[in-house]
């Protein structure tokens, strides 16, 4: 039977199940990632307290004066660090669209305590590994993103062992190929709005992501903001729902799979006026992407005699690079 809508899986019973049931929870998570590539997890083990904690802290640092949060303004666009603000990058033009900026403000963080090492820090590894740019206020904003960021390192390798058990790999086949990661946080905030959009402008242009897959907490507001394409076309809600995050697969996901699972294009759509007059919005996003130097190369068990692979070989470095110039376009403000 084919999906009408997201579906929202309990993902607990692959960790504590026998073989059997983590057969049955993959194969729910493949269904999801073959026809609508958007699935929506309960049972992921990051407590409430923990991202009450983060929201929080999060709004407190947007809710600074402009000054105070350039302070860690993005030093360039290809560095995904730092603090991005109202209309500094447009998502729409990665898929060579021109629109507007897109309305919001963003935080992005990667990876901690990054060993000093010609791995990490040579040529090779370009900006991947750039250093975090952190505030002095709040005080506490460094322990608690570490700490969130860890818990989302901890679900994304969960995550990989289900898809691992979904398309007939070793459980762990994905393992070596993100132990190294280049993942990024980001707190996407969408604040109150005075003025109507202008048009085509959105808070999230249309857009895949180039990750291998992406976790989601968004809030709950009165108004839904996350849509996803379905196959027909059609723009379907992404609702928000207590004690739960999205989950949709990448770019670079699909071109592992030879296009068998699906990366959709989803956007981030502005609530009518007199919502946006009195309710922000915010999301943590967290982008799953594998090692830099990590080859993405068409699965074995994703190709055929008759169906051959239909993508070359790419280092995942190469492709994010390429993609994150197109994101940020737009001129950074000065801090």
């Not at 990876?111 to 791995?119: F, L």
């Not at 989302?152 to 393992?175: S, W």
């Amino acid at each position: 039977m084919s999906l009408k809508a997201i579906p929202v899986i309990d993902i607990s019973p692959f960790k504590d199940g026998d073989a059997t049931v983590r057969r049955h929870v993959a194969e729910k998570v493949a269904q999801a990632c073959v026809e609508i590539g958007f699935l929506i997890i309960s049972g992921h083990g990051v407590p409430s307290s923990t991202i009450r904690n983060i929201v929080t802290t999060t709004k407190a640092f947007f809710a600074l004066d402009p000054k105070e949060k350039r302070k860690v303004a993005r030093p360039r666009p290809e560095i995904i660090r730092g603090y991005g603000g109202m209309e500094s990058e447009g998502l729409a033009y990665t898929q060579d669209e021109e629109t507007p900026p897109d309305l919001k403000e963003v935080f992005d963080v990667g990876p901690a305590n990054v060993p000093n090492t010609e791995y990490y820090r040579g040529a090779a590894a370009g900006v991947h590994f750039a250093d975090n740019l952190w505030p002095g206020n709040p005080s506490d904003l460094r322990d608690v993103y570490e700490d969130y960021f860890h818990r989302m390192e901890r679900l994304a390798l969960d995550m990989t062992h289900i898809f691992a058990t979904a398309l007939d790999l070793p459980m762990d086949f994905f393992d070596t190929k993100l132990d190294r990661h280049i993942s990024i946080l980001r707190a996407s905030y969408y604040p109150k709005l005075s003025r109507p959009p202008r048009a085509k402008q959105l808070r999230g242009g249309a857009h895949s992501d180039y990750t291998a897959f992406t976790i989601l907490w968004q809030e709950r507001t009165p108004s839904v903001g996350l849509q996803a394409r379905d196959p027909g076309g059609e723009w379907i809600d992404v609702p928000a729902i207590d004690d739960t995050m999205v989950v949709n697969i990448g770019d670079t996901l699909m071109r592992w799979t030879n296009d068998k699972w699906v990366s959709t294009q989803h956007r981030v759509v502005n609530p009518p006026l007199e919502v946006a007059r009195e309710h922000d919005r915010l999301s943590l996003v967290y982008f799953v992407q594998p090692n830099y130097d990590a080859e993405i190369k068409c699965i074995d068990s994703c190709q055929s005699a008759g169906e051959p692979a239909k993508y070359p070989p790419v280092l995942n470095g190469d492709y994010l690079y390429s993609k994150f110039s197109k994101q940020s376009n737009m001129e950074l403000e000065a801090p």
